[in-house]
């Protein structure tokens, strides 16, 4: 669905336990939707598939588990090489 | 030629819980509404289903809200069955907990005097220690040295309750008509009354003013006194988190959907309904002391609502002499009421006469004697 301007370095990270890659300048949210990953996360409340939409930090729709912490938006989020990127599947724990 | 046999002022929960119970009884009923843009305490507010804390000075508040608590059950489930919307109404009992052994006795003083007043019907309460509550919520932190615990006390999701009231009005048959804010109410000769909105006018043979603050205005149009003035209150919200808090508090819930609400603001004459950092950092900070894992959540929304307060923070209930036919009622818990205010009073107001039970709620309490 979306294709790349242009190819920056490439940043390995893993989702899903999977190693995976994207692009330096990537947020989170940018590089799972370059993968392909359209609907990240399942909604808090009747488990919704939903994925990122507004990609500037407002609707909360591409909520993730990065590096353990659940919840992050990840259109806010710069890709980091190494990061661990999870789906967030219904309410986070506390 | 009357459009309708009573208009209800207000589409917030006051007004449509009114309403509802109006339009149950087979009254034809239209609610005059403002737009998106109003002070909408029913889109602000906190959510408790509450009795512990209520009636003090006043015993007869503390049974109208205790006959409310105990018809929301049967409301919430009539409110499903007409709508198919759950209200996620939970009545488990709710804690008032206490961050310091002063606060704890500040808060058993208080409900010893309640219970003290002439003619109160006990309620039933106790004050626990800090490892009884951890039983019950585990998610307590070191600094809470006990609390009120209230077995009638509950919560609800108020926004579905909002929705629900809405849908079940208008499928009893009432008619909604929102951008349409009152003018002026006049009083007919021989009965009735003329509204002049800014969309239209309306004839109604009775008129409900269930319009919050705006009664205010409204109520000296019909020979009624509604004195209310604005008392603002702030609110954070959190993300969702999977159930950890299992019951309610007065300052802290969490509601049925995840997100933590806490509430434990009061400031008078407030300018507007912004938010502000020091009494938002102060909430978050009590709040954290009672619950620590609230630490680790992030706050997605803050706001402000405006109460709706009379002069001794009780509501008002009042039938006009003046003009036969015009009634108003205005509280601050419109949510822990709305049981009350559609099965109890509404059934009043389509009779014609506010029963003897809600005589002490007139504004007529306000008049001072002329001095000599």
Same mark, same amino acid.
């Given at each position: ?10 940043? /390995?990270?893993?989702?899903?336990? /999977? ?10 949210? &940018? ?64 | ?14 007004? *449509? ?7 149950? =009884? ?64 939970? $009545? +488990?009992?709710?804690?008032? *907990? ?58 609800? +999701?108020? *926004? ?6 809405? &849908? ?5 048959? /009432?008619?909604? %008509? ?7 109410? !006049?009083? =007919? ?12 006018? !309306? ?11 705006? +009664?205010?205005? %409204? &109520? ?33 819930? $969490? ?33 954290? @002391? ?7 959540? +992030? ?16 509501? !008002?209930?009042? =039938? ?5 036919? #015009? ?14 205010? @559609?099965?109890?009073? #509404? ?22 004697? $002329?001095? #000599?």
């Amino acid at each position: 669905m979306f294709r790349r301007l242009r190819d920056d370095p490439p940043i /390995a990270f893993t989702f899903e336990g /999977a190693v995976v890659q994207g692009r330096a300048g990537d947020s989170v949210a &940018a590089a799972l939707l370059a993968l392909g990953v359209r609907a990240p996360r399942d909604t808090a409340v009747s488990g919704t598939p939903r994925g990122p939409y507004c990609m500037m930090g407002v609707c909360f729709d591409c909520l993730v588990e990065i590096d353990g912490i659940a919840n992050r938006q990840s259109c806010m989020v710069p890709l980091a090489p190494g990061m661990v990127v999870r789906r967030q599947r219904g309410k986070r724990d506390v | 030629m009357r459009d309708f046999d009573a208009a209800v002022i207000g589409g917030g929960v006051v007004g *449509l819980s009114i309403a509802r119970g109006l339009a149950g =009884q087979g009254l034809r009923c239209v609610i005059l509404d403002e737009g998106d843009i109003a002070a909408r305490a029913s889109r602000a507010n906190f959510a408790l289903v509450w009795v512990q804390s209520k009636g003090m000075g006043l015993a007869p508040y503390g049974h109208w809200t205790q006959r409310s608590a105990a018809a929301w059950g049967a409301f919430a489930e009539d409110l499903r069955a007409e709508t198919g919307i759950a209200t996620g109404l939970r $009545q +488990n009992g709710g804690y008032a *907990l206490a961050l310091s052994e002063d606060e704890l006795d500040a808060r058993r003083a208080a409900m010893m005097r309640l219970h003290n007043q002439p003619g109160w019907d006990a309620i039933p309460w106790e004050v626990q220690d800090h490892a009884t509550i951890a039983r019950a919520m585990p998610a307590i932190g070191p600094r809470v040295v006990g609390g009120v615990f209230c077995p009638l006390d509950g919560d609800v +999701n108020s *926004l579905r309750l909002f929705r629900a009231l809405h &849908a079940s009005t208008v499928s009893r048959g /009432a008619t909604y %008509l929102p951008d349409h804010p009152v003018q002026t109410i !006049i009083p =007919q000769p021989g009965g009735g009354f003329l509204i002049r909105t800014a969309a239209r006018d !309306i004839a109604a043979a009775r008129v409900v003013l269930a319009a919050g603050l705006g +009664n205010a205005r %409204l &109520a000296p149009m019909v020979g009624l006194a509604a004195p209310v003035r604005p008392q603002r209150g702030q609110i954070l919200v959190t993300e969702k988190a999977a159930p950890f808090l299992h019951h309610a508090t007065i300052t802290v819930r $969490q509601t049925d959907e995840g997100g933590v609400m806490i509430g434990d603001s009061k400031e008078e004459a407030p300018p507007d309904t912004r938010t502000g950092p020091g009494i938002i950092a102060v909430m978050a900070q009590r709040a954290q @002391a009672m619950f620590p894992v609230l630490g680790s959540l +992030n706050v997605v929304r803050t706001w402000a609502g405006l109460r709706v307060m009379s002069p001794d923070g009780f509501p !008002i209930y009042d =039938q006009s002499v003046a003009t036969p036919g #015009a009634f108003v009622a205005t509280c601050h818990s419109g949510v822990t009421l709305a049981a009350a205010h @559609a099965e109890l009073l #509404a059934p009043m107001i389509a009779a014609g006469r506010l029963d003897a039970p809600l005589a002490p709620f007139s504004a007529r309490r306000f008049d001072v004697p $002329q001095a #000599a």
